[in-house]
Structures are given as C-alpha cells and as structure tokens.
C-alpha cells in the first residue's frame, strides 16, 4: 500500500519559514519524481515544483523562486520543501505528489495534504 505522509504545515507569520515534509513507503522512492502542488480556497491545485528521480528541480510557480527549496532524501524515503519569506499569498493546502511513467503506464501517487497559513 503506497503511502505519502505530509507535515510540517502550520500557521506562521509572514515572513517567516516552514519546512515540509513527504515521506513516503510502498514505492521505490528513487524512481519517482517528487512534487509539491498546493490549492488555495476557490482555486485550482496548483504545481508548485517538483524534483526528477535524478534530483533535477523546477519550480513552476515563477512566485516561489528563491524563496522555496525542494530536496529529496533517497535514503530517507522523503521529500523536503523549504519555504522561506513566507507570503499571505502563499496560504494553502500543499500536497505531495509521486509520479512515474514507464512502459508499463503512468503510477500516480497524493498525499492528504498539510494546511499552510501565513497571517499576522
């Protein structure tokens, strides 16, 4: 049974940090690429970045550039979202995403979700 397990969401004012955290069982972690999405109240799941098995990053959200750092720790069986100058904006639900395509199709894997609320 596959597995991804968020934390490390809470509130925080702006400004501030939080680290996320995925970790995953039930799949070979090093084969998948690892990705962090979030959804907003009333808005789309969005992709936020993500880190190819061979541990290549895109953040695809031009509004986190550095300030988000994605890490994966193969040994670990986790994945790792720094986020750094935390904006109101910012405030969502953040899920981990495992994905994999091969020949045999595409393995597509959530987790649950961790709220992030950045407010004074």
């Known amino acids: 049974q596959v597995q991804l397990v968020e934390s490390g969401g809470g509130l925080v004012q702006p400004g501030g940090s939080l680290r996320l955290s995925c970790a995953a069982s039930?799949?070979?972690?090093?084969?998948?690429?690892m990705g962090w999405y979030r959804q907003a109240p009333g808005q789309k799941r969005e992709l936020v970045a993500v880190?190819?098995?061979?541990?290549?990053?895109?953040y695809a959200d031009s509004s986190v550039k550095g300030r988000f750092t994605l890490s994966r720790d193969n040994a670990k069986n986790t994945v790792y979202l720094q986020m750094n100058s935390l904006k109101a904006e910012d405030t969502a639900v953040y899920y981990c995403?495992?994905?994999?395509?091969?020949?045999?199709?595409?393995?597509?894997?959530w987790g649950q979700g961790t709220q992030v609320t950045v407010s004074s």
């Open positions: 880190i190819t098995s061979g541990g290549l990053t895109n």
């Open positions: 995403n495992a994905v994999r395509v091969d020949f045999s199709g595409r393995y597509d894997y």
């Open positions: 039930g799949i070979i972690f090093s084969m998948y690429a």
